[in-house]
Structure formats: C-alpha cells, structure tokens
C-alpha cells in the first residue's frame, strides 16, 4: 500500500476514506528526504494539499503506536487566511485523525471567541484558525504555543496580500524554534521567500505545478465580445451551460454588487460573496449554494478563498485575471477530486493579446470560441428538455390518474405544449449578442446603400481618430453607446478614414445623441472622452477613404501595428487585432 510507512492510526483513517494512492503534493511530503524537515511547497487549489500537510506533521504528533498524548496546549498550529479555507481544513483533519482520537480547536472570525477560548483552556492537539482570530487569543493568553511542534501556513501568499503579515509574524514568534514549519503557497513572490528565510530552517522546495498542468480536470475557453456585451455574455453562459453550480469571477465588490443584481433580476438564484458581506451572510450564501436553493455565486478573488461545493462545475472569469496566478486560483474552485470541471474567459477584443499571454504563462490552452448566441442555447433547450422527458418516471398512483384524466380531457399535442410552455418560462431568456462578423449593410452590386429597417433617414457623425489611431468598429460601437446615452441598434453605418471615422444615426435620436455627447465631453483628456465627436455635412465622399486594408493571414510576415499611430500627443486607444479595417466600407455593427 502507497502509505503503508505512515502511522497505523492514518493509514486506516485513508483506507477508510479511499484512498489508495497519494496525489502528487502527498506522494512528495511523505518521502524519505522530507521527512523531519521543513517545507516550501508551491500546489495549487484541488491538488489535495490539506491530506498533504496532515500527513506531513503526523510523525511529530504521533508515537511510535500512531497514538496521541493527552489534550493540552496545542501540538500543531494550521493558519488559513479565510474562514471558509481554515473549516474545511479542519473537517479534514478531523476524518484523518479520528482514528488517532484527536482533539481540534477552531479559530476563526465571526464565530464565539468566548467559547473558543474555553475548548482551547480544556487542552487540544491541533488549532485551526485565522490570522486575526489566532493573534487575538495570543494576546489574551487564551492561545498557549510553548509546546508547538509543527506550524502550517496555508496559502501563504494569500494571507500576505491580505495584509496578515504583522499578524503571521507575531504568531510565529511566539512558537519554539525547535518547531517544524511548513509552507505552503500557490505563488512564490519575494515576500514569500522572505518569510520563509526567516521562519525556516533549511527548507526543502517542493513544486507539483508542471505536474498538475493547469489543473488536467478543467476545461479551459475564451470567448471574446465586445466591451459591451460583456454582460450580456455571462448571462448567455450561464443559460448554455446550465451547470448545477457555478461562480463568476469579478474584481471589486461593486462589480459584484452590479452583476448579482442584474442576474437576480433576471431569474437566476444567484448569491454575492465580497467583502462588504458580513459572515452572517457568507453563511447563508454557501449554504445556499451547497444545499441548491442557488446555482450561482458572484464573488471577487479574496472572497471566494476556502470556498469548497462540490457541485461547482463552472467558473466564470467576468473580469480579466490579473495574471496567471490568479487564473489559476479561480479556476481551481471547480475540476476538484477528479471531477470535470469548465473555466470560461470573457476576453473584450481589446484585451485578448494581454490574455493570451495570461495562458501562456499559466501552460493552459485555452479554446477561442463565440459566446453561445441566443438560437445555441434554445438547442440546448430543446435537447435537455427532450432528455429530461426521455427519462423514466416513477409516478405515485396519484400522479398517473391526473395525468389519464389530462388524457381524456386534452389532446396529447395540447399537453406537450403546455409542458414546453412551462419548462421554457422557468429559464431567464438568453440575450442577442452583438455579430461583428456581420456582412450586413455593405453596398450593393450597383454601388446603392442597402438601409436596414429604421435607417432610410439618418444623421450623419465624424470622430476626430482613423485607422492611424487604431479605431475599430468593434470598439467604436461601444464607445458611442456610452457617450451619446443610445444603443447600439441607433447606429448605423461606420466608415474609417486615415484620421477620422465618420458613422450614422437614425435622425429619430439625433437631438438626444447631441445633447449626450455635450454632456460627456471633457476637452483635452486622456481617456474617450476628450475624443471629439460632431456633426458631419452628410456621408463621405466616394473614394476619401484612400487604401483599403486588408487582414493578416494568421502567421503572415510582416510588421504589426498593436499601439497607437500618428495619434493625438498623449492620447490613447484600444489596440486593434487582425490587422487593417478595410478603409472607408461601411461597416454595420449588430
């Protein structure tokens, strides 16, 4: 057996469990050269570091027959930065050391520090707690550390930028010297490597990241939309998927505010978690989650820390992760204990190079695909709901005199219209996503305008930026959205010059988009909105918009132009991608 060196007491607490062999992070901490010593070990979420570090300290708090001495001050210490994070330690070491009958305290906020003070003053043999709560006891003398012989640092790296390093210090430093320290963290950034210099004593490096490559069990997409669609894409995902669990992923707490609000309102049972929350709400929120009154958690990154539920099989990165570590953080929520698992990157176009680096720091390939479209996710629909009703059904005697007497009463094509009636109002509707491959509203063989619905009166606009700027319908389109108060089914067609863009709108809104755009305009500024925007005499001439660009062919030769060109002094725009934008064609954007 793989753990056949380990203590009795453990081994049968993981044959128990069953387990019959060690994950990579398990099989490195319990080798030979490990042994006794202190470690620095780089694992990431879901690799079974917990068992790993429990396995670890066994041979420090167990004798020679895997039995523990009598409860008092604590023989090992686990500092985890979040509440979540440090009970689900806890329930796991509670299994691995049932056998070896031992005595765990937790420590956490937003629990009863009164009555943890009194389970620590009855003598224990392992503490689990936060940073905060632990440094608390410490002061009061609630928290005895003299005879400590293994200490654990749990995601270490998150509990620096969190800002627990006076903390963290102080505990430590209140430990023998004699302990045993192990650290474990997902990252190695130069804090951590400090902290480790100061509090370890000839430490062994153990890494396991190549090994798990991303997480093996995760799924990874991009699907990449314009700005303003961003939105509008979480919620088709959400609906194309419709996984029993899944967490969005945002960067500030108001973005979570806006987003859980929106999906709320939208019919999806969806929770926030940030850290405007108070713990009473956590609580409630993952019990929500795990006992499935909600399928959908809005979170930013420290929040979602410790977070555990099993059902989560789909992670949604809203916002742009700030680098590889943190993709891989989040994404490590789902495709956890051999479980499947998908991760989905919501890319703006103008963000998709920074990405694609992101991926290839992290040594994950990712599949670029659309965001699923409306017409995808009624297919799905239809497939689910015809799966569902292929199902067998165990009907009580009552169920199946109702449904005869619906028999009687109803044609059977009645009845299955009602049925799909029902099943279609449960859902939230999915949303129409902005097509920029849209060959749509390009002049006609004869060289006329072919107008949509809606556009045979128009005003027409000029900006003061052309393709030497870099502009791009894909980004244009947005910008106007926001800078004249209008959708994006008020614009018409966008034609590119060398150093201005000129673009239409239905006459029905010109005055609003006017007054808009007077509204948002700041001289001189950095950002769109020192971009002047005005009235235009009429459409282009034929023929003013010089060259057309054509696109380069992926793996083409040849300079690129990703950064502003002949731009204004200090003023800057999006890059573009693909190359040029095809001079003065119109371009319709849906």
């Known amino acids: 057996m793989p753990f056949s060196q380990l203590p009795q007491s453990i081994a049968d607490a993981l044959v128990g469990r069953g387990y019959t062999q060690p994950t990579p992070v398990q099989a490195a901490v319990i080798e030979s050269d490990a042994e006794a010593r202190d470690l620095l070990v780089s694992a990431q979420t879901g690799s079974g570091k917990t068992v790993a570090f429990g396995l670890a300290m066994a041979q420090q708090l167990l004798d020679a027959d895997g039995n523990l001495s009598t409860p008092g001050a604590p023989l090992a210490l686990i500092i985890a930065p979040t509440r979540e994070l440090a009970m689900q330690v806890s329930r796991e070491l509670e299994w691995l050391y049932a056998p070896a009958r031992a ?62 390093r006076e903390d963290l210090e102080e505990i430590l430093d209140a430990t023998p010297d004699n302990r045993r320290t192990l650290l474990f963290s997902a990252t190695m950034p130069r804090p951590i490597v400090a902290l480790a210099k100061r509090y370890q004593r000839d430490a062994l490096r153990i890494s396991t990241l190549d090994e798990r490559q991303g997480h093996g069990d995760i799924s990874y997409q991009a699907v990449a939309v314009s700005p303003s669609d961003i939105e509008n894409a979480v919620i088709n995902l959400l609906r194309f998927h419709e996984a029993e669990t899944a967490m969005l992923f945002c960067a500030t707490r108001d973005n979570v505010r806006h987003l859980h609000a929106s999906l709320v309102e939208r019919g999806f049972a969806a929770v926030a978690l940030s ?230 709108v239905r006459r029905a809104i010109e005055a609003k988009f006017r007054s808009a755009l007077q509204r948002t305009a700041r001289e001189g500024a950095e950002d769109e909105s020192g971009i002047r925007i005005e009235p235009a005499p009429g459409a282009p001439q034929p023929g003013a918009h010089g060259k057309v660009h054509k696109p380069r062919r992926t793996g083409e030769s040849g300079p690129r132009h990703d950064g502003p060109r002949g731009g204004k002094p200090g003023k800057k725009f999006p890059p573009r991608h693909g190359g040029g934008h095809g001079g003065g064609k119109d371009r319709r954007a849906h």
């Open 103 to 164: 005595r765990i305290a937790t420590c956490v906020g937003g629990m009863d520090s009164a009555r943890e003070r009194r389970n620590l003053s009855h003598g224990t043999h392992i503490v689990v707690g936060t940073p905060g709560r632990l440094r608390d006891h410490l002061e009061r003398g609630a928290l005895d550390l003299s005879a400590l012989r293994c200490a654990v640092l749990d995601e270490a790296d998150e509990m620096l930028d969190m800002g627990f």
């Open 275 to 504: 850290g405007e929350h108070s713990q009473n709400e956590r609580n409630h929120a993952l019990q929500a989650l795990r006992d499935g009154r909600a399928r959908v958690c809005v979170a930013t990154d420290v929040a979602a820390r410790g977070i555990d539920v099993a059902s989560l099989s789909l992670v949604i990165h809203v916002e742009v992760p700030r680098d590889a570590e943190v993709l891989q953080h989040r994404s490590g929520r789902t495709g956890r204990a051999g479980r499947k698992g998908t991760a989905v990157l919501i890319v703006p176009f103008s963000r998709r190079r920074r990405v694609e680096g992101i991926l290839r720091s992290a040594r994950i390939e990712a599949e670029w695909m659309p965001a699923p479209s409306a017409a995808s996710i009624r297919e799905q629909d239809r497939n689910r709901l015809l799966a569902k009703l292929a199902e067998p059904v165990e009907a009580t005697e009552e169920e199946t005199q109702l449904a005869q007497r619906l028999l009687a009463e109803q044609t059977p094509e009645n009845i299955a219209l009602a049925l799909v009636r029902a099943h279609s109002q449960t859902m939230p509707q999915p949303e129409e996503l902005i097509d920029l491959s849209s060959a749509e509203n390009r002049r006609g063989e004869a060289g006329e305008k072919q107008h949509r619905p809606g556009f045979e009166d128009t005003a027409w606009f000029r900006m003061d930026i052309g393709r030497r700027q870099n502009a791009d319908p894909r980004w244009i389109l947005p910008l106007l959205c926001r800078r004249g108060h209008i959708t994006r089914a008020d614009v018409g067609a966008i034609r590119i010059l060398a150093n201005e863009t000129h673009f239409e």
